[in-house]
Structure formats: structure tokens, C-alpha cells
């Protein structure tokens, strides 16, 4: 049933495209995104993926005008789009959680109150199954303004490339900060590769800081914020901040991840390991395993430096010492924006479309493209990837999956009926198995919000933290020059936001 409904899309969107694309548009109501781009400007763009575009438009019922953002720049691109009100698009694509910038700009009224369409199930089936908690995580001043982007909670953790580990000696997933930085020693300095160069190193880094998060979890100094005697802190306040610090610091100092990381694009930041320059990768665990699907592939082929007769791996091992960042449950989330949506009809448009990409066929045509190019239906009516081994960057429907929010009832949708490769397979394993009972999560996620210091100030505030950071690992600071970041971050308003997460958070747990 569900492979012909969307067989009846796919055809009706094909003969769409025979109408001229501007009298296709004007057929249909049109709403305009800003959407991350991860690709390199490849994002529906590839071949075949007009018949993507037709089928999604054609199933939703709204043409839809994307404005890609480059990843790397995009809290930069975010800011100026905010700016620019005569041009606002409709929906905008934030990343990561609430922050100030987003909480201030809601205060002043620039994004829709969603709360009562989002208890529509008639009309929004999928949007209305967003759990209370995470619509009041995303709430301001009572208002829910944002649709998350429902991601997996254990996503994150470290990846590292099975057959060097074997060249250099080591048999066992590394289980500790030092046993990590051992790793990177020997993939930086014992020709892992065995062409005799001095041509690798141990960990690919990028500007998007991301895996100093990750690792500082392994140190145990929490996601964000920890809670301690009972209290609320930020983490740049623990010792075991500063020793990850250091870590990391160490790790740049003696070459073991790359020197210029602050310069390398996200769109470009797996080409290291895909290449043969790393071995370690430090990100969500799909970015792993799409790196073990680059190895495998017929056209980007990559014997093991092992056994050239087999291909090269990954070994998604995910945490280490037992901890890993959590994400928020979701992974950014989406907002309707009041100088774009104008009327309630263009909200309406924009959450009809939102809502219809999370149905069956929708997330089937998103995560698998199209039958016959990028899948086929096998004997046992399995979703079968075997015989189209393309590389993820080339596909039809890259890029889709970011107008994808993942919002609806899990129970109640029956799963793909996928046949699993090894590399997937191994993905799920780390999610059930390690990721997810590894996890640790903000514990101030739920107040950050509230409070009127982070709404005014929070921008500033994170920027100082991450910028310090970078400085010091870079050594273009020192460690005077780290506490004189974190006195100023105190002064202009930390100090304050301490005070007001912790009164929201013993509010919240008054018995």
C-alpha cells in the first residue's frame, strides 16, 4: 500500500514537471525557507532531483522556495536574514537549541505563536504529537515558536578507521582520554597507511566546534551545565573543563589533528578520513558510518591498508569512558516568521507543509530518494540499496531531509521495511547499545529560555565561551588570557544568568 501511494505521487509529480515551472508555481500556494546547506551547493541539485522536488510539492500541496545557507556560516547568514525584514522568508531553519538571539528576536514578536495549531491533530496529525516538555523547551514568554527538528539522543560519539587501528597495533576500542590521544599518536605517526610518508594525522577537526563538546563529556564535566551540590553551573566553571581544555590544546600542539581546522568547512570536514589524511572522527555517528559507505562504494573504493582484497572501515564506537554529549532530543528546530507568514494562511501553508513531509511517503522519499535510482523493491517487498551503490553526496534527494522535522507518532507509523547493511546495522547497534545509555544531557535546557539575562545577552555570552576556547587551543591566548574570558563573560551578564537558571531550576523541583 504505502509503495503504491507513493508510486501514484511519483507519477503525478513527473507529469508535473511537463507544465512550465512558473505556471507550476502559480497552480499552488508558495512559501519561502531559509534551510542549511551541508553540500557544497549540491543540495537538490543533483541529477533527478527535479523529480524529487516535483514529488514532494505535488504530495504537499506547496511550492517551496529555498534559501540554502552554508553551514559554516550560517549563525552569520541566520543573523543577517533576521535583519533583512523586507526579505524574510517564511520558515527559518535555527540550529542547535533556543538561544538568545532567537529568544530576544520572539520577545520582540518576530515569529508566530504555534501552541494552538500544534493541538490541531485534525489538520497537523504530525506537528501535534510533539511532546509537551519539548514544546516548552522551545517556548518564550509562554508562546511555542519553534518546530523541533526530532533527532536521536545518543547521535554522538567517536568513529575511527578499523584497519589502521589494526596496522598500528591497537586491538581494543580505546576506553580513555589517554588511550584516544594514544590513538592519535600512532595515526599520526606510525605510517597507519603504510606508504612510508609522513603524511597523516590522528583527528579531523573543523571550524564547527561541535567535537570539543563531545570530548569534554569524556572528561566527565557534563553538556553545557552540570548540576552540582544541588546547583546549576556552567561547565567552562569545572576543573574538568579546563583538563579536556588542555587535552584538546595538547592534541593541536603536537599535530595531531589538523592545524588549519578553524578554516575547514563542514561540507568539507569528512574529506580527510575519506582521503586517507585521519583516522579519527568525532561527530554524530551517521557522519561514521557515511564515511564506511564512501570505503565501500564501487566508485570511491578504498582497500583496508590490512587486506587490500576487502575494503576499508569504520568501528562506530560512539562513547568514551562511558559518557557522551546527549543531544536535545532534537537537532534545531524551525520558526514562522511574522515578516514572512503575514497571514494565517501562510502560516497554515507553511505547517500543512511541514506536517505532510513527515508522512510515510514523504520520509520514504527523504532518507531513500527514488525507486529505481538510489532503491529498488526487492522479491520480499524489502527496500533494497544493494545494486545502487551511490556515493550520499551525489544522490537525488540530498538535502531534503533538513525541511524533514521527524515529528510524528513512532507507534503508530509502521517502519521501513529495509534490507540493513552491515554499515547500518553497526549504526543501530552504537545508538541502542552505547550511545544512548552514555548520554548526558543539559541539565539547564529547559530554563535557558526564562531567563531575561541569556534572551538579552546570551549571544554574547556563548560567543565568549566558544572564542576563548578556539583562542586557547590555538594558543593565541594563554591561560590568563582564558580567565580574563571567563571574568568578562561573569561580569556582562554570566553571573546573572547563574542566578536565574538556578531560581527557575529549584522552582521547577519545589516538592
Same mark, same amino acid.
Given at each position: 500500500?504505502?509503495?503504491?501511494?507513493?508510486?501514484?505521487?511519483?507519477?503525478?509529480?513527473?507529469? $508535473?514537471?511537463?507544465?512550465?515551472?512558473?505556471?507550476?508555481?502559480?497552480?499552488?500556494? =508558495?512559501?519561502?525557507?531559509?534551510?542549511? #546547506?551541508?553540500?557544497?551547493?549540491?543540495?537538490?541539485?543533483?541529477?533527478?532531483?527535479?523529480?524529487?522536488?516535483?514529488?514532494?510539492?505535488? +504530495?504537499?500541496?506547496?511550492?517551496?522556495?529555498?534559501?540554502?545557507?552554508?553551514?559554516?556560516?550560517?549563525?552569520?547568514?541566520?543573523?543577517?536574514?533576521?535583519?533583512?525584514?523586507?526579505?524574510?522568508?517564511?520558515?527559518?531553519?535555527?540550529?542547535?537549541?533556543?538561544?538568545?538571539?532567537?529568544?530576544?528576536?520572539?520577545? !520582540?514578536?518576530?515569529?508566530?505563536?504555534?501552541?494552538?495549531?500544534?493541538?490541531?491533530?485534525?489538520?497537523?496529525?504530525?506537528? %501535534?504529537?510533539?511532546? &509537551?516538555?519539548?514544546?516548552?523547551?522551545?517556548?518564550?514568554?509562554?508562546?511555542?515558536?519553534?518546530?523541533?527538528? $526530532?533527532?536521536?539522543?545518543?547521535?554522538?560519539?567517536?568513529?575511527?578507521? /578499523?584497519?589502521?587501528?589494526?596496522?598500528?597495533?591497537?586491538?581494543?576500542?580505546?576506553?580513555?582520554?589517554?588511550? *584516544?590521544? &594514544?590513538?592519535?599518536?600512532?595515526?599520526?605517526?606510525?605510517?597507519?597507511?603504510?606508504?612510508?610518508?609522513?603524511?597523516?594525522?590522528?583527528?579531523?577537526? =573543523?571550524? @564547527?566546534?561541535?567535537?570539543?563538546?563531545?570530548?569534554?563529556?569524556?572528561?566527565?564535566?557534563?553538556?553545557?551545565? *552540570?548540576?552540582?551540590?544541588?546547583?546549576?553551573?556552567?561547565?567552562? !566553571?569545572?576543573?574538568? @573543563? /579546563? #583538563?579536556?581544555?588542555?587535552?584538546?590544546? /595538547?592534541?593541536?600542539?603536537?599535530?595531531?589533528?589538523? %592545524?588549519?581546522?578553524?578554516?575547514?568547512?563542514?561540507?568539507?570536514?569528512?574529506?580527510?578520513?575519506?582521503?586517507?589524511?585521519?583516522?579519527?572522527?568525532?561527530? *554524530?555517528?551517521? %557522519?561514521?558510518?557515511?564515511?564506511?559507505?564512501?570505503?565501500?562504494?564501487?566508485?570511491? +573504493?578504498?582497500?583496508?591498508?590490512?587486506?587490500?582484497?576487502?575494503?576499508?572501515?569504520?568501528?562506530?564506537?560512539?562513547?568514551?569512558?562511558?559518557?557522551?554529549?546527549?543531544? %536535545?532530543?532534537?537537532?534545531?528546530?524551525?520558526?514562522?516568521?511574522?515578516?514572512?507568514?503575514?497571514?494565517?494562511?501562510?502560516?497554515?501553508?507553511?505547517?500543512?507543509?511541514?506536517?505532510?513531509?513527515?508522512?510515510?511517503?514523504?520520509?520514504?522519499?527523504?532518507?531513500?530518494?527514488?525507486?529505481? *535510482?538510489?532503491?529498488?523493491?526487492?522479491?520480499?517487498?524489502?527496500?533494497?540499496?544493494?545494486?545502487?551503490?551511490?556515493?550520499?553526496? &551525489? =544522490?537525488?534527494?540530498?538535502?531534503?531531509? &533538513?525541511?524533514?522535522? @521527524?515529528? +510524528?507518532?513512532?507507534?503508530?507509523?509502521?517502519?521501513?521495511?529495509?534490507? /540493513?547493511?552491515?554499515? !547500518?546495522?553497526?549504526?543501530?547497534?552504537?545508538?541502542?547499545?552505547?550511545?544512548?545509555?552514555?548520554?548526558?544531557?543539559?541539565?539547564?535546557?529547559?530554563?535557558?529560555?526564562?531567563?531575561?539575562?541569556?534572551?538579552?545577552?546570551?549571544?554574547?555570552?556563548?560567543?565568549?565561551?566558544?572564542?576563548?576556547?578556539?583562542?586557547?587551543?590555538?594558543?593565541?591566548?594563554?591561560? #590568563?588570557?582564558?580567565?580574563?574570558?571567563?571574568?568578562?563573560?561573569?561580569?556582562?551578564?554570566?553571573?546573572?544568568?547563574?542566578?536565574?537558571?538556578?531560581?527557575?531550576?529549584?522552582?521547577?523541583?519545589?516538592?
Amino acid at each position: 500500500m504505502k509503495r503504491r501511494a507513493l508510486a501514484t505521487v511519483l507519477a503525478a509529480a513527473m507529469a $508535473a514537471t511537463m507544465i512550465p515551472a512558473m505556471a507550476f508555481a502559480e497552480e499552488m500556494p =508558495t512559501i519561502t525557507l531559509l534551510v542549511p #546547506e551541508y553540500n557544497a551547493g549540491k543540495s537538490l541539485k543533483n541529477e533527478h532531483a527535479d523529480e524529487v522536488i516535483a514529488a514532494y510539492e505535488s +504530495y504537499t500541496g506547496i511550492h517551496a522556495d529555498i534559501k540554502w545557507g552554508d553551514n559554516g556560516v550560517y549563525s552569520e547568514v541566520l543573523g543577517t536574514t533576521l535583519m533583512d525584514y523586507d526579505n524574510m522568508p517564511m520558515i527559518i531553519t535555527v540550529q542547535g537549541a533556543l538561544n538568545g538571539t532567537i529568544a530576544d528576536a520572539a520577545n !520582540q514578536g518576530a515569529f508566530w505563536d504555534l501552541s494552538e495549531y500544534l493541538n490541531d491533530s485534525e489538520r497537523f496529525p504530525n506537528l %501535534s504529537t510533539i511532546a &509537551q516538555s519539548v514544546r516548552d523547551g522551545l517556548s518564550v514568554g509562554g508562546e511555542v515558536i519553534g518546530i523541533p527538528r $526530532a533527532r536521536e539522543l545518543g547521535r554522538y560519539g567517536l568513529s575511527y578507521r /578499523k584497519d589502521w587501528a589494526e596496522k598500528v597495533g591497537i586491538t581494543e576500542d580505546p576506553q580513555t582520554p589517554e588511550e *584516544v590521544y &594514544q590513538m592519535l599518536k600512532a595515526f599520526t605517526y606510525e605510517d597507519p597507511d603504510g606508504n612510508g610518508v609522513d603524511d597523516t594525522y590522528g583527528m579531523e577537526m =573543523t571550524k @564547527y566546534t561541535g567535537p570539543f563538546d563531545i570530548i569534554q563529556t569524556w572528561f566527565g564535566c557534563g553538556n553545557g551545565w *552540570v548540576e552540582q551540590d544541588g546547583k546549576l553551573i556552567p561547565i567552562h !566553571q569545572t576543573p574538568e @573543563y /579546563k #583538563e579536556a581544555l588542555d587535552w584538546i590544546k /595538547k592534541c593541536y600542539d603536537e599535530g595531531l589533528m589538523r %592545524s588549519d581546522w578553524v578554516t575547514i568547512d563542514t561540507s568539507e570536514w569528512s574529506n580527510g578520513c575519506k582521503k586517507g589524511e585521519a583516522g579519527v572522527f568525532i561527530d *554524530v555517528m551517521d %557522519s561514521g558510518r557515511r564515511i564506511w559507505d564512501y570505503f565501500v562504494n564501487p566508485d570511491t +573504493y578504498t582497500p583496508s591498508v590490512v587486506n587490500p582484497d576487502e575494503p576499508a572501515s569504520m568501528v562506530l564506537q560512539g562513547p568514551v569512558g562511558g559518557r557522551t554529549l546527549a543531544t %536535545s532530543g532534537y537537532n534545531g528546530f524551525y520558526v514562522i516568521t511574522t515578516d514572512g507568514a503575514k497571514t494565517e494562511e501562510d502560516v497554515i501553508n507553511c505547517l500543512t507543509f511541514l506536517d505532510k513531509l513527515n508522512d510515510y511517503d514523504m520520509r520514504l522519499l527523504a532518507d531513500y530518494g527514488l525507486e529505481g *535510482v538510489t532503491y529498488e523493491i526487492n522479491e520480499e517487498g524489502m527496500i533494497d540499496q544493494t545494486n545502487f551503490q551511490m556515493e550520499s553526496s &551525489q =544522490t537525488p534527494h540530498l538535502g531534503l531531509n &533538513q525541511m524533514v522535522s @521527524y515529528t +510524528y507518532d513512532e507507534q503508530a507509523v509502521e517502519p521501513f521495511p529495509v534490507v /540493513k547493511s552491515e554499515r !547500518q546495522l553497526a549504526l543501530e547497534d552504537c545508538y541502542y547499545n552505547r550511545t544512548r545509555p552514555a548520554a548526558i544531557s543539559n541539565p539547564a535546557l529547559a530554563y535557558i529560555a526564562s531567563s531575561e539575562t541569556y534572551t538579552k545577552e546570551g549571544t554574547n555570552l556563548d560567543a565568549i565561551i566558544s572564542e576563548a576556547r578556539t583562542q586557547y587551543i590555538c594558543g593565541t591566548i594563554d591561560e #590568563e588570557g582564558l580567565q580574563a574570558a571567563w571574568d568578562e563573560w561573569a561580569e556582562v551578564g554570566g553571573n546573572d544568568l547563574i542566578e536565574e537558571i538556578n531560581e527557575l531550576y529549584a522552582a521547577a523541583h519545589e516538592e
